[in-house]
T-cell receptor, first 109, second 114 residues
């Protein structure tokens, strides 16, 4: 079983829809990163969470440490949000990042 | 502009020919790291460094070397590349311990080993 599970693996949406991407992990963590990778390959860091909730523009990230679960929400999705979204918890014991395999999002006009 | 610069962007080489991929950051970050990305496997950490002269193995360090002689540079060395090291490589840096800690990634190096 993978230490980090993301769902769904693939997601298709119409412009304007509310999007939720989920991340579950099995190890104790000190923090969790959400990353965005566009088709060109570049990776951008969206959030780092150690508790609670963060918001940036139309993006909201939440984490529940006790339940070992994090979510990334996109409100009013737009075609430019089409990308792969990657969850990356940092292990409390090893201090290493553990990556999910990503959620591929396509938003159509 | 705050950035992580990785070179080269593309590299084709042959088995056994030593190569170095350079990584430099201009943000005075203590933490730097190397990752490889393969289809179906996602990103995996190769090596990381918490500060100058401090390096540690990630999950897939075999066949790779790194050095951290200066804070800004963290080169990845493949002493004797093999075809299974064909991959997309990313370097990243971060200021650890900040409330708004953020990873900054280089633009990637697509390596093909023939």
């Amino acid at each position: 079983k993978n230490e980090v599970e993301q769902s769904p693996q693939n997601l298709t949406a119409q412009e304007g829809e509310f999007i939720t991407i989920n991340c579950s992990y099995s190890v104790g963590i000190s923090a969790l990163h959400w990353l965005q990778q566009h088709p060109g390959g570049g990776i951008v860091s969206l959030f780092m969470l150690s508790s609670g909730k963060k918001k940036h523009g139309r993006l909201i990230a939440t984490i529940n440490i006790q339940e070992k679960h994090s979510s990334l929400h996109i409100t009013a999705s737009h075609p430019r949000d089409s990308a792969v979204y990657i969850c990356a918890p940092r292990s409390y014991n090893t201090d290493k990042l553990i990556f999910g395999t990503g959620t591929r999002l396509q938003v159509f006009p | 502009e705050a950035q992580v610069t990785q070179n080269p962007r593309y590299l084709i080489t042959v088995t056994g020919k030593k190569l170095t991929v350079t990584c430099s950051q201009n943000m005075n970050h203590e933490y730097m790291s190397w990752y490889r990305q393969d289809p179906g496997l996602g990103l995996r950490q190769i090596y990381y460094s918490m500060n100058v002269e401090v390096t540690d193995k990630g999950d897939v360090p075999e066949g790779y070397k790194v050095s951290r002689k200066e804070k800004r540079n963290f080169p990845l060395i493949l002493e004797s590349p093999s075809p299974n090291q064909t991959s997309l490589y990313f370097c990243a840096s971060a200021l650890r311990g900040e409330v708004h800690e953020k990873l900054f990634f280089g633009s990637g190096t697509q390596l093909s080993v023939l």
